[in-house]
């Protein structure tokens, strides 16, 4: 693990070797905890770790390249395509952090109600320490999730698919929910990066005035 990595990956220090679920601790490889720029404005959450990031240790890398692509338009990340497999394990990453509803990788199925609710306290923290301006719920699941945790609107009542693309407001801050990324059209990524490049441009840029280099692998300081 080299400085930067160690900088990004899990930089609060949550538990490594946590046991919470024993049907996960028998079918993943690594906690997948946080990652990106502690000082980020905007925070992407998925459901749980793909088979990839249970590879990398970070959340959304090996197969979930799109959401790193979609970033890498706004602005938030670097982005090489992979020639086979999506290899790159520490991505570059600026006003952005990039974590999860569940921490541990099943191969066979998403979370359960409880695994998400034993993960809770990590993302809560997460998000109480990087106070975001706006979150990217990913996929309908965490776009629920957090609707009950984080807006007065019913989950039930919130469809990811139309809601993909908008901007929904929550407690403190807003939520931009975001189709996951095998469900995706070339179409709906295009509408997404619109979107997020208006809020980039446009209302974020003009409201805090500032928007980080990636030169150095870190987004800039808050206010």
Avoid: W
């Avoid at 990398?56 to 602005?75: H, M, N």
């Avoid at 990811?160 to 179409?187: C, K, N, Y």
């Amino acid at each position: 693990m080299d400085a930067r990595q160690d900088e990004f990956s899990n930089p609060f220090g949550m538990d490594e070797q946590c046991t919470n679920c024993p049907d996960l601790c028998e079918t993943r490889s690594t906690i997948v905890h946080g990652y990106g720029d502690v000082g980020a404005d905007f925070v992407v959450v998925g459901e749980s770790p793909s088979a990839g990031a249970d590879e990398t240790g970070i959340p959304f890398t090996g197969d979930d390249e799109l959401v790193y692509e979609i970033l890498a338009a706004v602005g938030f990340a670097k982005h090489e395509p992979a020639a086979e497999e999506f290899d790159r394990t520490e991505p570059t990453v600026g006003n952005v952090f990039l974590t999860g509803l569940t921490r541990c990788h099943h191969p066979e199925r998403g979370p359960t109600d409880s695994e998400v609710d034993s993960c809770d306290a990590y993302l809560s923290s997460e998000l109480r320490m990087i106070n975001p301006e706006i979150i990217v719920p990913v996929g309908q699941r965490t776009l629920e999730a957090l609707a009950f945790e984080y807006t007065t609107e019913r989950a039930e009542d919130l469809d990811v698919e139309e809601l993909h693309a908008t901007t929904l407001r929550g407690r403190g801050f807003e939520l931009i929910p975001m189709l996951a990324p095998d469900e995706q059209s070339a179409d709906d990524t295009e509408a997404f990066v619109s979107h997020l490049a208006e809020v980039v441009g446009t209302d974020y840029r003009q409201t805090k005035g500032r928007r980080g280099s990636l030169e150095s692998g870190r987004g800039p300081d808050k206010d």
